[in-house]
């Protein structure tokens, strides 16, 4: 038997890449005017802040498809697909964090 993590993880973990990037670039186009000519990573919020919004914003989406159902008739929980999402955004952060740093 499958652990929920195998089944999950190579159908989310695409989609929360995508995600992210989508994310990150919606803040940084948000923070773009209020940078007053300074560099738009002084108004970066927060990696674990992110980190946790990709999480929830992930389990939104699982949501909207209707997909949870479907999750939950192949044994995975919602903690297991917040974490897959989260997941997926910690080595990103992880480098925008070494350079803009």
């Given at each position: 038997m499958r652990s929920s993590i195998s089944i999950a993880a190579p159908v989310i973990i695409p989609r929360a890449l995508v995600l992210?990037?989508?994310?990150?670039?919606l803040l940084l186009l948000a923070a773009l005017p209020l940078a007053d000519g300074g560099s738009p990573g002084a108004l970066?919020?927060?990696?674990?802040?992110?980190?946790?919004?990709?999480?929830l914003v992930g389990l939104v989406d699982v949501l909207?498809?209707?997909?949870?159902?479907?999750?939950?008739?192949?044994?995975?929980?919602p903690g297991v697909l917040l974490a897959c999402y989260a997941a997926a955004a910690v080595p990103g952060e992880a480098v925008i964090a070494l350079v803009l740093r």
């Open positions: 992210w990037g989508l994310t990150r670039l970066s919020p927060p990696a674990i802040g992110i980190v946790l919004l990709i999480g909207a498809r209707r997909e949870r159902m479907l999750w939950a008739n192949l044994g995975v929980t």
